[in-house]
């Protein structure tokens, strides 16, 4: 992609340039002049959120640079099979409407850390709140802005670290402005530009390579199918099946930074409603991200670099002008990302340890003064953390995202299954698996990600030492989709065997939620026909 920079004209950087002046300009107007309570409104948007808005807001802090550009990879390389972190999505967000919103809302909490203390008591809340700010700081800010780093870097001809630089002063500014209505404002312009280009895209590059029944003829029948025989190398079906759903609880249902905008919304009906139009974004996905891909290994086969998919279609295929709106909407696409996950960490800091443990008695100003700093300095750990991961070379960009969410998500999904769905877990189940836990999931998956089987495979240890090395390769030689599946029963059995053999586990505090109500039928009609949608979807791409 050492070209891309070259094929920009003029006016691609002119068109970037007015985008980013609109965005800030959009930030501005909601954060200085429109009216607002900023008691409120700096976390949850004074609980002022539509279903349109929570909708376009999780969908758009979930599209980010590995949705964009790895993706496109993937689709080049394998075709469509990573659509199902797209389309299998639909039954956690599910899970999210009916299951956790009710009692969230309920429970009437700004945090989940928050929920989970009034679940098992202030130690449980705790220690969640350092875990999701640890989790927020890698997976979500760390890794985005590596990967964003990459994107602007190319696109401006810019090192790592300016790149990285220039995209947090952007999203920084919307966070420490004005909070999550900020974001949710820019977010709906954003994703409907992001919409937009994304379909020209796919669009042109489906006309200049003959149309779909040319694609398909071009292409392997094992492109078309979203579930792969059990011995694939990338994502067999096996993988998909159980190591998913550990990853989509977690990530649709119990992370800060995705539920955070359905704890915004104005009412439950609005965030179930809002979440279900997530689902049908969530459709776009393939379309959008992962096709382009695949008519790229048509129209360009034998790229090098796979990772070059997606800008390769957009400096080749669209007109000058176009291409610079495309970079424009890549970069809002990060700030999306950036900024609503700045905001989480600003609101679980603030709520969840600031003021729950250290001053409780804190004026609105100094919640304020201290989100905003926790802001600033989340971003330049961040920045850090970001240009560290510029020297660790393993798995692709698509797979490290996936893998670093895959050996996050099982002590938070265990937690929050049981605590919800389980009246006897106890708090000493709930902390093992927060602390004990974590260090397990994480540890493994550090020897998964970072070190690398042929080398162990050049030492000659002894004894203890000759053990651990087989059991790293052995760590490596398994999918880590199916390496969080097995952490996450471990986790699991520990968890009950906890709570089952604790004397007062019939003593455990429960969370008022008041009383929980049932779906509407117009939510219900929604998800029933959504839920339709996804299963025929499904059933159209594995015959092949």
Request: some cysteine; charged content about 10%; glycine content about 10%.
């Amino acid at each position: 992609m050492d070209n891309i920079y070259e094929q920009l004209k003029t006016l691609d950087f002119i068109i970037v340039g007015v985008y980013l002046l609109v965005l800030i300009g959009i930030g501005y107007w909601v954060s200085f002049i429109k009216a607002r309570d900023k008691e409120e409104n700096l976390f949850l948007a004074g609980h002022s959120l539509g279903w349109s808005s929570i909708g376009l807001t999780m969908w758009g802090t979930n599209v980010g640079p590995s949705m964009l550009i790895a993706s496109a990879s993937i689709g080049y390389t394998t075709g469509i099979v990573a659509g199902n972190f797209g389309w299998y999505a639909f039954v956690f967000i599910f899970l999210l409407a009916v299951v956790f919103a009710p009692r969230y809302l309920g429970a009437n909490v700004q945090t989940l850390p928050e929920f989970m203390g009034k679940r098992f008591g202030d130690s449980t809340r705790t220690i969640l709140a350092w875990y999701t700010l640890a989790t927020i700081l890698i997976s979500w800010l760390a890794l985005t802005l590596y990967a964003g780093g990459i994107l602007v870097g190319q696109i401006l001809n810019l090192p790592l670290w300016s790149s990285v630089l220039i995209l947090v002063v952007i999203a920084a500014f919307f966070t420490i402005a004005g909070g999550l209505k900020a974001i949710a404002y820019t977010n709906v312009f954003q994703m409907i530009l992001l919409i937009g280009v994304s379909l020209i895209l796919t669009v042109v590059g489906v006309i200049k390579a003959g149309g779909p029944l040319a694609i398909y003829e071009a292409t392997p029948g094992e492109y078309w199918n979203l579930l792969l025989p059990r011995n694939n190398a990338s994502y067999p079906w096996i993988a998909i099946i159980l190591g998913y759903p550990v990853m989509g609880v977690w990530f649709w249902c119990t992370d800060q930074s995705m539920v955070q905008s359905v704890l915004g919304a104005k009412n439950l009906k609005q965030g179930q409603l809002g979440a279900n139009f997530t689902g049908w974004l969530k459709i776009l996905d393939v379309a959008l991200f992962i096709i382009p891909g695949i008519t790229c290994f048509v129209l360009f086969p034998g790229l090098d670099n796979p990772d070059e998919a997606y800008m390769t279609m957009v400096t080749r295929l669209l007109p000058v002008g176009m291409v610079g709106m495309v970079m424009a909407v890549l970069i809002a696409a990060l700030v999306s990302t950036i900024d609503s996950a700045l905001n989480s960490l600003s609101t679980v800091f603030t709520m969840d340890i600031y003021i729950k443990k250290y001053k409780p008695e804190a004026s609105q100003k100094q919640i304020v003064g201290i989100g905003r700093m926790v802001t600033f300095f989340g971003a330049v750990v961040a920045i850090f953390l970001a240009i560290a991961f510029e020297r660790v070379n393993s798995l692709n960009l698509f797979d490290k995202f996936q893998a670093v969410l895959g050996f996050i998500a099982p002590p938070m999904s265990v937690v929050f299954l049981f605590g919800v769905l389980w009246k006897k877990t106890t708090s000493r189940a709930a902390n093992f698996t927060l602390s004990v836990g974590t260090i397990i999931s994480i540890g493994l998956g550090s020897a998964y990600i970072f070190v690398s089987p042929s080398f162990l495979e050049s030492l000659e240890p002894d004894g203890w030492l000759k053990v651990i090395q087989q059991f790293i390769i052995w760590l490596t030689s398994i999918h880590f989709l199916l390496l969080s599946f097995y952490i996450f029963v471990i986790l699991s059995v520990c968890a009950f065997a906890l709570s089952w053999f604790d004397p007062k586990a019939n003593e455990q505090k429960q969370v008022d939620y008041g009383t929980l109500p049932k779906p509407g039928k117009k939510v219900w009609l929604l998800w029933g026909a959504l839920i339709v949608v996804m299963l025929g979807l499904y059933i159209l791409f594995n015959g092949h």
